[in-house]
């Protein structure tokens, strides 16, 4: 595609239950980030994947999420358990190589709503 | 790490008044980008600095990286409506991002 896209783009959900967020990066893009964004509050990084290395994830807040990346395309974060405190919009961005003189394309988010 | 402290956090501004936001480091920087959120949209670039004193034009909006480059500054001219969003100038620990809460303005018709 064109840009980097994200489903769904609204999810809500009940206190407890799983969710899994959907990135597909830019093609040809081996950089991928995701990010996290509270209500009116900056843009918390959460998990880095570089082609086939092992992931960076010493941004996610608990052992309730994690991600993975299959094919070194498509992304998938998964959030057990949510928590009310999980309700942000969940922002995915790819970069060609992740250089940090790269370019980061981000996708339109995932809005969680936790009840 | 590289940090990087933007101010200010929040400006409003009359539409037609100047407007600047600064990035301040306190170790040299490779590089610096700087991005802009419209409201409820998503990050999107708008340049890259890497050279020291460089100086980028977009239209009403001028790119400056310092002589050390250790700062970074965005100054819009005569400021639109169109310019309200966050901007950030994101700092990075090797392939990290951190894009912090950026410097959110506010254009008053």
């Known amino acids: 595609g064109a840009g980097v896209s994200q489903s769904p783009s609204n999810k809500v959900t009940e206190k407890g239950k799983d969710v899994e967020l959907r990135c597909d990066p830019i093609s040809g893009h081996t950089a991928l980030y995701w990010y996290r964004q509270s209500l009116g509050q900056g843009l918390e990084f959460l998990i880095y994947?570089?082609?086939?290395?092992?992931?960076?994830k010493s941004g996610l807040p608990s052992d309730r999420f994690s991600a993975e990346r299959t094919g070194g395309s498509v992304s998938t974060l998964t959030i057990q358990r949510t928590q009310q405190e999980d309700s942000a919009v969940y922002l995915c961005a790819s970069s060609s190589i992740g250089l940090a003189t790269d370019t980061q394309y981000f996708g339109p988010g995932t809005r969680l709503t936790v009840l | 790490g590289q940090q990087v402290m933007q101010i200010p956090q929040y400006q409003h501004v009359q539409e037609g008044e100047d407007f600047t936001t600064y990035c301040n480091s306190s170790t040299t920087l490779s590089n610096i980008q700087w991005y802009k959120q419209r409201p409820g949209g998503h990050p999107v670039f708008l340049i890259q600095l890497v050279k020291s004193g460089e100086v980028k034009k977009q239209k009403r909006l001028t790119f400056q990286f310092g002589e050390a480059k250790k700062n970074s500054s965005l100054h819009i001219t005569a400021t639109q409506t169109t310019d309200v969003g966050t901007y950030f100038c994101?700092?990075?620990?090797?392939?990290?991002?951190?894009f912090g809460t950026g410097t959110s303005l506010t254009v008053i018709p």
């Open positions: 994101p700092s990075n620990t090797g392939n990290q991002f951190y």
């Open positions: 994947f570089q082609g086939n290395s092992a992931p960076d």
